[in-house]
């Protein structure tokens, strides 16, 4: 499951192991709730920090605001160094090095964030 015109091999099952590390705060439902991070059904294209009901902190609305949209290079920055893409965010993860860890996540953060 590659982006177009990328050469990064992607496991989407692989990447749903390594996402069980994100359920501590993130669900990826559609109609899921929201827990210490917004709901991530939906996240693939989405303009950051529009999650509904979701109470997001002053540099991601900030970001926001600048027109981040939640794709394949944004969502790789952000996973691999979060206080890198946002400075000052409340996400508390540290950052996902191993690279083809964070392209399993990211192919299957694009199948279960679009799935009907």
């Known amino acids: 499951m590659s982006a177009p015109g990328s050469a990064r091999?992607?496991?989407?099952?692989?990447?749903?192991?390594?996402?069980?590390?994100?359920?501590a705060c993130h669900a990826i439902a559609a109609n899921g709730r929201n827990g210490v991070g917004p709901n991530l059904y939906g996240v693939w294209g989405r303009a950051a920090g529009t999650v509904?009901?979701?109470r997001y902190s002053a540099p991601m609305r900030e970001r926001a605001a600048a027109?981040?949209?939640w794709n394949e290079e944004n969502l790789r920055a952000y996973l691999a160094d979060p206080k890198a893409v946002v400075p000052g965010g409340s996400m508390s993860y540290p950052g996902l090095r191993n690279p083809q860890m964070l392209n399993d996540v990211i192919a299957y953060i694009q199948r279960a964030s679009t799935a009907n």
Not at 9 to 23: E, M, P, S
């Open 9 to 23: 091999a992607q496991d989407a099952d692989a990447g749903q192991r390594v996402f069980n590390q994100c359920r």
């Open 52 to 54: 509904e009901g979701f």
């Open 67 to 69: 027109g981040l949209v």
